[in-house]
């Protein structure tokens, strides 16, 4: 059979054609190798960074045709100075780009994904961070965090109807370290994932931590944004059945809450100067069963069956404001709000807090054992018609002499014996009928404090 040169030609253009559909359909399905892209990735990268540039191992390509996209995974990827010092090191990147770019001067990334990375960023003792991704420890990854929050804040925030403008960048699966060596605070989530993306008003992220703390992992998840104008950062934090110790030990500012042995879950959202200092915040947190550990104080703990606190810390978290402090105990339930402003040592203290169930004398046997009073049959009445109290006082706390100097009242409220699967309110005790109101004063320790009656 005689072949003509028409023949050949079509055979030679079928089988081209075979061979780019299988590489087509191959690149389609799982990434593969294809080493003459790896120069012209190279050079792309090249013209992106000009303080540094990115080199890799290996480059694996993908394409998915109907979502418009094209993956470029670099393994064994590397960012190296002209020094030839290496800054950082990430053993997987994948680059995701706009298909319909891919031949453009300037490329479309839809993200930026780094995977299983070793990241550290430190606050050093002069106030200054610290960050690597890598080996290194010496904070030369700097740059890197620079150039990231830079490509964020300044890309195009333009969402049109079919048009997705933005490029995030993608954490996954890092080993991550966040440590303060002013506080000496030291956080380690093995598994952590965060993700960056352009706002309005600057970055902002999400991230999903498993944290090791304690000899206990802990989940917390929540979002943060940097915002790039007044150089503030804001993160919230919502955990999920987390010890208040664990808690205290990233943020000192909360260690008025370590008596408090429960698993706490809600939402904590806090605000940073430019230098990271935490400047207020603000909380609505919720636990199940638990412990308030304050026999020291009350003489005995208390058993909780459930616990609502919102409110706010603001001034550098010298200005507390619990708007509701709710705590079902075995035998009481307590509604309390409160006000305390810090001045080094010294709690300026005001309280008003509404009891319903037992005695206030189970609640506080220490302050009220050396009283004899005629006016105590109201808090020690068993009737049921008596069964709800508030006790207020306004006074100060000397946290180094452990003293306590202040005024309060004990008042005895009129609510009847079917009203008392009523669940009341703040409001619904103030405007009750007081029975009796029992004014005193104390000062000492809060063990053994000297409280004596008033008129």
Known sequence: MRVTAKTSVTIIALTVISILTTILLLISLYPISLPFLSNFVRNQLDNHFHTYYV????????????????????????????????????????????????????????????????????????????????????????????TILIHVATTPKIHHQNTHESTNIKIISSDLTLGDEITGSLLHAPNANIELSPDVNGVNCNYKFNVFARGEYINILGDCLYNTRSKSFSLSIQPDKVRPALLTEFFPQFSYLTPLEVHLSGNIQLEFDDLLNAKMATFDITSDNGTLEVSEVLGNNLEINSLHVIGRALNEFSHIELDQL??????????????????????????????????????????????????????????????????????????????????????????????????????????????????????????????????
């Open 55 to 146: 080199d890799f191992d290996t480059l694996r390509t993908r394409w998915h045709p109907f979502e418009g996209k094209i993956e470029f995974h670099l393994d064994s990827a590397k960012a190296v100075d002209y020094g030839n010092n290496n800054i950082a090191t990430v053993p997987e990147v994948i680059i995701v780009v706009d298909t319909d770019t891919i031949f453009r001067k300037h490329k479309k990334l839809q993200s930026v994904e780094l995977h299983n990375p070793k990241i550290s960023l430190i606050r050093s003792h002069g106030g200054a961070f610290k960050f690597d991704i890598g080996n290194t420890h010496d904070g030369s990854s700097g740059r890197i965090l620079e």
């Open 326 to 455: 709710s705590i079902d105990l075995k035998e009481n339930n307590i509604q309390a709000e409160a006000l305390i402003l810090i001045d080094k040592s010294i709690l300026d203290i005001n309280l008003n807090a509404f009891i319903k169930g037992n005695s206030i004398l189970d609640l506080l046997p220490h302050w009220f054992e050396y009283i004899n009073s005629e006016e105590l049959y109201c808090i020690e009445n068993n009737d049921e018609l008596f069964r709800h109290t508030s006790i207020s006082f306004n006074g100060t706390y000397d946290l180094n002499q452990e003293n306590i100097n202040a005024l309060g009242h004990v008042k005895c409220h009129e609510v009847l014996l079917s009203s008392n699967t009523q669940k009341y309110s703040l409001e619904d005790y103030l405007n009750s009928t007081i029975k009796s109101d029992l004014n005193f004063r104390i000062d000492g320790a809060l063990n053994a404090p000297n409280l004596v009656t008033a008129q």
